[in-house]
């Protein structure tokens, strides 16, 4: 089945550093990718879907400047956490959708965000 | 707008016990409904889902009936084991929309 590979599992670092998150579709060709934020005993949030080639779109709320999201391929989505502060720790989980599949949605790993 | 409420964990049950894991939405229109699971370590998987009302989706002795009227999506296994451990999402999309949007997770542990 579809498989989408979610770098790095745990990453630590220091405030005020940049953090790049990866987002690998390794069978299929992700026409969209969703990224999601998961704090503590609470949901999913969507963040943004981008769509390869194109900017991404981002959710209320969220800061595109802080958050950058690049999809500039049909098999890697990148995100970026600009200048990390504490509150920015977190669950961060990538999703892939395929062409052709409305609802096969794949989800990466996660990555466990720890800025001190 | 749309939401998801699931039922608070965790949840923890002895092996061959009955499962019910609540979940209800609300909607705008008629969406599509899901439950993920998560297994330690690793992503998301979709164990079920149903796309219209009274639909009945299942997967691996799990079974879940979407309830139009309740709005109501509720996880039930007649059995669980210890593999089941895991955290479960129910979640809905919109027909219109691409995004999945999730409740709060419920974690589900299963004693030998």
């Known amino acids: 089945g579809a498989v989408v590979s979610q770098h790095p599992s745990r990453v630590i670092c220091k405030s005020g550093t940049s953090v790049k998150i990866e987002c690998r579709s390794l069978d299929f060709q992700a026409t969209t990718m969703f990224w999601y934020r998961q704090f503590p005993k609470q949901s999913l949030m969507l963040m943004a879907t981008?769509?390869?080639?194109?900017?991404?779109?981002?959710e209320q709320g969220v800061e595109k400047d802080k958050f950058l999201i690049n999809h500039a391929s049909l098999t890697l989505s990148t995100l970026t956490v600009t200048s990390a502060h504490p509150e920015d720790s977190s669950f961060y989980i990538c999703?892939?959708?395929?062409?052709?599949?409305?609802?096969?949605?794949?989800f990466g790993s996660g990555t466990r965000l720890t800025v001190v | 707008g749309d939401s998801v409420t699931q039922m608070e964990g965790p949840v923890t049950l002895s092996e061959e016990a009955f499962l019910t894991i609540n979940c209800t939405y609300t909607?705008?229109?008629?969406?599509?409904l899901f439950w993920y699971v998560q297994y330690p370590g690793e992503g998301l998987q979709l164990l079920l889902k149903?796309?219209?009302?009274?639909d009945k989706g299942s997967n691996k002795g799990f079974e879940a009936t979407y309830r139009k009227e309740t709005t109501s999506f509720h996880l039930e296994k007649g059995s669980v084991q210890v593999s089941d451990s895991a955290v479960y999402f129910c979640?809905?999309?919109?027909?219109?929309?691409?995004?999945?949007?999730f409740g709060s997770g419920t974690r589900l542990s299963i004693r030998p």
């Open positions: 149903a796309t219209k009302a009274d």
């Open positions: 979640a809905l999309k919109e027909s219109s929309a691409s995004k999945i949007i």
């Open positions: 981008s769509n390869e080639g194109s900017k991404a779109t981002y």
């Open positions: 999703s892939a959708r395929g062409q052709g599949d409305p609802e096969g949605y794949t």
């Open positions: 909607a705008t229109g008629y969406p599509s």
